[in-house]
């Protein structure tokens, strides 16, 4: 059986001390316009130790791929200084720095843009209350906005970082254009599954060249995506099982499974066997390493995670508990924070920003 201790090699060259890593999560803590705080530095390295790999939360490429206020940008060179001092300050704990990059599409609103109409795929609505009419990207903006992933590609390399994620999870804007409900386009693009897929299959191309010409150093990218959608028509784990046969045999480091639960099940009934890590492995079937994640708080979880992937990601454990890889390596597990977490929210040393968006989250979590 895998052990987190064990080190692990990617086909990049780059090597993590252990198969342990900090999940990205939203933290609202950067400036307006995307810039790094010294809050969001401190944030990070206190969290990093003991750690093989930090993925930030999401980055946006594009002034018009934001998602929320306080979000983190690589949008443009002007970031790099800032990103750099991110970088450096989970590197300081011996442990890699991974950023997430992300274009929001049609998940977010005007108000975060200045103004400006929402984008996606297709001029169709998410499926939520408070969900705004997109407007659908032009051939020539679809294309500005692949090649803006290789330039986020570029400036995480000046940077400093170790790598990137593409966050095609979500309901963002990659996995909008390779779902059928947010993709009704009728050119390149849109359609059959092939098509659908040729928005990921060119931003690969992009992120690879940026790779290419300018790591100096094995650079990680890695891919994180969802397994399902809940809409009609939306993506089922059949079309999960032909995009992760597509991602397997691409230069991808890894395969990053978003799930809330790592034991969670399909709601297909032709996929209950089994949970979905377990599916997403079978199918990866040792091609690429297998990122497991959702609700990992204990040193079981952890190793019931690795019994069906490569990698443990830990998210909100580690928000309210910085130093839990460090307790877990010294083996201190009852030194744990294990407190719901609506009540760790009231006693973790937290920003502003960050106190008030977890607030909102726990407390919303005990109303509904």
Same mark, same amino acid.
């Given at each position: 059986?895998?052990?987190?201790?064990?080190?692990?090699?990617?086909?990049?060259?780059?090597?993590? /001390?252990?198969?342990?890593?900090?999940?990205?999560?939203?933290?609202?803590?950067?400036?307006?316009?995307?810039?790094?705080?010294?809050?969001?530095?401190e944030?990070?390295?206190?969290?990093?130790?003991g750690?093989?790999?930090?993925?930030?939360?999401?980055?946006?490429?594009?002034d018009?791929?934001?998602?929320?206020?306080?979000?983190?940008?690589? @949008? !443009?060179?002007?970031?790099i200084?800032?990103?750099?001092?991110?970088?450096?300050?989970?590197?300081?704990?011996?442990?890699?720095a991974?950023?997430?990059i #992300?274009?929001?599409?049609?998940?977010? !609103?005007? @108000?975060?843009?200045?103004?400006?109409?929402i984008v996606?795929?297709?001029?169709?609505?998410?499926?939520?209350?408070?969900?705004?009419?997109?407007? %659908?990207?032009?051939?020539?903006?679809?294309?500005?906005t692949?090649k803006?992933?290789?330039?986020?590609?570029r400036? @995480?390399i $000046?940077?400093?970082?170790?790598?990137?994620e593409?966050?095609?999870?979500n309901?963002?804007?990659?996995q909008?254009?390779?779902s059928?409900?947010?993709?009704?386009?009728t050119?390149?693009y849109?359609?059959?599954?092939? !098509?659908?897929?040729?928005?990921?299959?060119?931003?690969?191309?992009?992120?690879?060249?940026? #790779?290419?010409?300018?790591a100096?150093?094995?650079?990680?990218?890695?891919?994180?995506?969802?397994?399902?959608?809940?809409?009609?028509?939306?993506?089922?784990m059949?079309?999960?099982?032909?995009?992760?046969?597509?991602?397997s045999?691409?230069?991808?480091?890894?395969l !990053?499974?978003?799930?809330?639960?790592? %034991?969670?099940?399909?709601?297909?009934?032709?996929?209950? %066997?089994?949970?979905?890590?377990d599916?997403?492995?079978?199918?990866?079937?040792?091609? /690429?390493? #297998?990122?497991?994640v959702?609700?990992?708080?204990?040193r079981?979880?952890?190793?019931?995670?690795?019994?069906v992937?490569?990698? #443990?990601?830990?998210? $909100? $454990?580690?928000?309210?508990?910085?130093?839990?890889?460090?307790?877990?390596?010294?083996?201190?597990d009852?030194?744990?924070?294990?407190?719901?977490f609506?009540?760790a929210?009231?006693?973790?040393?937290?920003?502003l920003?960050?106190y008030?968006? %977890?607030?909102?989250?726990?407390?919303?979590?005990?109303?509904?």
């Amino acid at each position: 059986m895998t052990k987190f201790t064990d080190e692990t090699k990617f086909a990049s060259g780059a090597t993590l /001390k252990n198969r342990l890593m900090m999940s990205p999560m939203t933290t609202t803590q950067s400036f307006y316009n995307g810039e790094i705080t010294k809050d969001e530095i401190e944030y990070y390295s206190d969290r990093a130790a003991g750690l093989g790999a930090v993925i930030t939360g999401a980055a946006n490429v594009e002034d018009l791929g934001k998602g929320w206020f306080g979000e983190l940008s690589v @949008a !443009h060179d002007e970031m790099i200084p800032g990103l750099s001092a991110l970088a450096k300050g989970i590197q300081s704990k011996d442990t890699k720095a991974i950023l997430q990059i #992300v274009h929001a599409g049609r998940m977010t !609103h005007s @108000a975060e843009l200045n103004g400006e109409q929402i984008v996606s795929a297709s001029d169709i609505p998410a499926l939520r209350d408070d969900a705004e009419t997109p407007r %659908a990207q032009t051939l020539e903006e679809v294309k500005e906005t692949i090649k803006s992933f290789g330039e986020a590609t570029r400036r @995480a390399i $000046q940077a400093g970082f170790d790598g990137i994620e593409l966050h095609g999870a979500n309901t963002y804007l990659i996995q909008q254009y390779f779902s059928p409900h947010s993709n009704r386009r009728t050119d390149e693009y849109g359609g059959d599954r092939d !098509h659908r897929f040729n928005f990921i299959k060119e931003m690969l191309v992009e992120v690879f060249a940026a #790779v290419d010409e300018y790591a100096t150093k094995p650079f990680i990218v890695g891919y994180r995506f969802s397994p399902e959608e809940f809409e009609t028509p939306g993506i089922r784990m059949d079309d999960t099982k032909w995009l992760v046969d597509q991602l397997s045999e691409s230069r991808l480091d890894y395969l !990053h499974v978003s799930l809330n639960k790592y %034991a969670s099940v399909s709601r297909d009934e032709n996929y209950k %066997a089994q949970g979905r890590l377990d599916y997403v492995r079978d199918w990866v079937n040792g091609r /690429k390493p #297998v990122v497991g994640v959702g609700g990992v708080r204990t040193r079981q979880d952890v190793e019931n995670v690795l019994e069906v992937a490569d990698l #443990v990601a830990v998210g $909100q $454990q580690i928000l309210f508990d910085p130093t839990w890889a460090v307790k877990l390596i010294s083996g201190n597990d009852a030194a744990m924070v294990q407190i719901p977490f609506k009540d760790a929210v009231e006693i973790t040393p937290l920003s502003l920003p960050l106190y008030e968006f %977890a607030a909102a989250r726990y407390h919303s979590v005990i109303l509904s």
